[in-house]
């Protein structure tokens, strides 16, 4: 276990650099990796860059970029010398973007070429420094829009030539920051609709990512690819703190995470790690692995016998490692609660997967575990030094909303006294908002928001992440959301059609018979899912979501756009 005595994001970093000079730090997948050495080397490059614009201790800091190395570059120099980065999801609506931006007084902006008209010619006012990440070289204000694309070219031109002066940064220097200081913002993206800045300190962060590594090893020679975003928590302190602490090395995409473009990725990297969330693993399992288990009517009526079914998973569960390039020893899901049938299929076939739990607010990781240790249905065991409580638990079941007290747990919201105040408990515990039961063993089992909890009408509780997950058991949905409508529980679905198309050739039917035939069809799920829900549970309606459902970038469904 590595040691650490003081909890900054640049005692970490020099820790590491010291330890791992050599060894690949961040790369691009069809690129060679820059080292640890090359790394601190642009770090303090940046640094003076930023020095001479006046940016100093405290001042906020945003990016905005999808996936690269250079992210992380600016990251860290930014934080270790001090100053506060504001990561902004690129997937969030520009007015969301521009109100962060404002809302955290931010000194000056990272920004990706492909992300620069969200902010480069808006009404910002004061009008932020802008730094191009793809070239770590400042745009000039007032740049003509015509001759952005050729001032990035290029500096992208010069960034290739470029060869790192380190001497450069030698003469530099800067109060360091402390375990207390604020190392970030972060602006949730939200189920409701509703973002908050939610401020962590240095010692919030590398606390959790250390912490995590109590309950899943990582070294220098492990290799992940990722594929969530970085300016969301989870990716970031499990996918990139906790490499950046252990000399491992991590790999980005220059497209979406598709099959086509993560499958040919994966054979090249053969990457030890990855993290992901269950949507990405459900569609795998849906799209892929389960048509070809039940192929015909021989394999689908062999499947449902238990000794075939297990033998089959073990098999699958073969091909699936050597489709991710036959190296995977952890994949951790995480963001959402996974479906009962997927987490069966990748238990029975014995693939190293593991769930863990937590949330932007306490940095994130609550619990967790590896792969070895992971029990059916559980999210894991609770982190050391973390104080987790079930408050006022139900009598018969013991579910309670989870609240937990720790070095991980965030000071507050940023400029917002209010929900701060709502959030945390009068004797200091945060509320996560979420229900749970907690064993004897400390294992934690979610059983989904507060927010979704369905009262039933003799007062029972219904979740709704529980039916969800029971609903999407059936081959042909993709996506299901349950709610609550008129007193009644309503569920919309979005199918899979080519399923549907395998099994009942629908593409062949007419308009009107094709709308007669789902309509049936969703009777057929209705019937079959409240035969396998308690009597209170039951769906009173299914109704048909004709396109996926929008998410957030996590792939959480924006539950307030439907409800």
Known sequence: MIEIKTYTLKAMLDTTIAKFPN????????????????????????????????????DKVAILSQNMPNWGVAYLAITTMGAVGVPIL????????????????????????????????????????MFNLDTLREIPPNLPKDNVVDFIREGKAAFKRMRAKAMDAMGFSYNAPEENDLAAIIYTSGTTGSSKGVMLSHKNLVKDAW?????????????????????????????????MMTGACVYYLDKPPTARILVPAMQK??????????????????????PQLTKNLLMRELYKL???????????????????????????IGGALLSHDVERFLFEAGFPYAIGYGLTETSPLIAGSGPAAVKFRSTGVILPELDVRIANPDPKTGVGEIQVKGPTVMSGYYKDKERTDEAFTKDGFFKTGDLGLLTKKNYLYIKGRIKNVIIGPNGDNIYAEEVEAKLNEAETVLESMVYE?????????????????????????GMNQTEKFIEKHLLDLRTELNANVASFSKVHKIVEQKEPFEKTPTQKIKRFLYQ
Do not use: W
């Open 211 to 243: 912490l995590t590594l109590h309950i899943q090893p990582v070294d220098e020679h492990d290799r992940l690819i990722s594929v969530l975003p970085l300016s969301h928590t989870y990716e970031f302190t499990l996918g990139f703190l906790i490499p």
């Open 90 to 129: 690129v997937d969030f609506h520009v007015n969301e973007i521009l109100h962060i931006i404002r809302h955290s007084a931010a000194k000056a902006v990272f920004v990706s070429e492909a992300q620069y008209d969200k902010v480069g010619y808006s009404d910002l006012d004061p009008f932020p420094l």
């Open 23 to 58: 060894r690949p730090a961040l790369s691009m997948v069809d690129e060679s990796p820059m080292t640890y050495a090359e790394l601190d080397v642009r770090i303090k490059e940046l640094q003076v860059m930023m020095h001479d614009h006046g940016i100093q201790k405290g």
């Open 485 to 509: 409508s008129g007193g009644h529980i309503v569920a919309r679905v979005f199918l899979n059609y080519e399923m549907l198309d395998d099994l009942y050739n629908t593409s062949k039917m």
């Open 269 to 290: 990297i053969k990457p030890t790690m990855i993290l992901t969330v269950p949507l990405i693993i459900e569609k795998i399992f849906k799209l892929q692995i389960y």
């Open 306 to 332: 238990p000794f075939i079914h297990n033998a089959l998973h073990k098999v699958a569960g073969k091909k699936l490692m050597k489709t991710f390039g036959g190296c995977i020893h952890f994949f951790g």
